[in-house]
């Protein structure tokens, strides 16, 4: 995958429920959320592992990835952000209850790269369709 355009910073809310709770859901989520908005793999990570994996082609050094995961998954997740060499882990944020629930990394500061306003746009729907598919998408921050 070629690198760029370039990003500040990252944000989505992928699908991070393991594939066997998707029955188990709540009837208004399962019967009116489309299963790949839903539905991250046999552990739940799946869309979070190929994210990380690929964030750092489209992050300025020093740019955040934020992501939104299953209460149950920091450890799996902290442990998947340390295979990512380009990636920082900073923390993991807990919602209003009380639970993990978003891991927030940063782009290391390697190379300092110089980029001209081509590579700064405000959308990618290449890295939507790549990493998320059709239905789902995520929000992205330029400068």
């Known amino acids: 995958m070629k690198p760029g355009p370039f990003f500040d910073a990252i944000v989505s ?9 998707i029955p188990d859901l709540a009837p208004e989520i399962r019967n009116h959320e489309p299963v790949a908005a839903l ?23 020093g740019g955040h990835l934020l992501m939104e995961m299953g209460f149950d998954q920091k ?14 882990l900073i923390e993991v944020v807990k919602d ?8 927030h990394l940063k782009k290391k500061l390697i190379n300092p ?7 700064r746009i405000c959308f990618i729907e290449a890295f939507n369709k790549h990493i998320h598919g059709p239905g789902i998408r995520c929000f992205l921050q330029s400068r």
């Open 96 to 103: 209003l209850a009380g639970h993990d629930r978003v891991v």
């Open 39 to 61: 539905d991250g793999g046999e552990e739940g990570i799946d869309c979070i592992r190929e994210i990380m994996i690929h964030a750092g082609r489209f992050l300025f050094p």
């Open 13 to 21: 809310n992928p699908p991070y429920i393991p594939t066997r709770h």
């Open 75 to 88: 450890e799996k997740v902290t442990v998947l952000a340390k295979t990512c060499p380009e990636l920082d």
């Open 113 to 119: 790269y110089i980029f001209d306003k081509q590579d």
